[in-house]
């Protein structure tokens, strides 16, 4: 079994910056692709960006040049840095982590709300 914890949502206001983190643990032998989606009510969950094992990244449009991703394999753990936050950032952001043998989890969500 393994876990995800995500951290990092929160309040912000426009122009504003927050960083999420989305941990891993548990029987862990190997992470292939890390990403964050995000779910805005009433809307299809979407792809934010992905991270392949390699270091390999893509982003949506939207967040090209605002979003960072990042992973840190020692602490089995992904990143999301999110500069110059609009309110249509505003949503549910979800971790998605594939494994090895074990297939892909995600994580419980985190909220970020951007507004004045």
């Known amino acids: 079994q393994v876990q995800l914890v995500e951290s990092g949502g929160g309040l912000v206001q426009p122009g504003g910056s927050l960083r999420l983190s989305c941990a891993a643990s548990?029987?862990?032998?190997?992470?292939?692709?890390m990403g964050w989606y995000r779910q805005a009510p009433g809307k299809q969950r979407e792809l934010v960006a992905a991270?392949?094992?390699?270091?390999?990244?893509n982003y949506a449009d939207s967040v090209k040049g605002r979003f960072t991703i990042s992973r840190d394999d020692a602490k089995s753990t992904v990143y999301l840095q999110m500069n110059s936050l609009k309110p249509e950032d505003t949503a549910g952001y979800y971790c998605?982590?594939?494994?090895?043998?074990?297939?892909?989890?995600w994580g419980q969500g985190t909220q970020v709300t951007v507004s004045s």
């Open positions: 998605n982590v594939e494994f090895a043998y074990l297939g892909g989890y």
């Open positions: 548990g029987s862990i032998f190997r992470i292939n692709a």
């Open positions: 991270i392949t094992s390699g270091g390999s990244t």
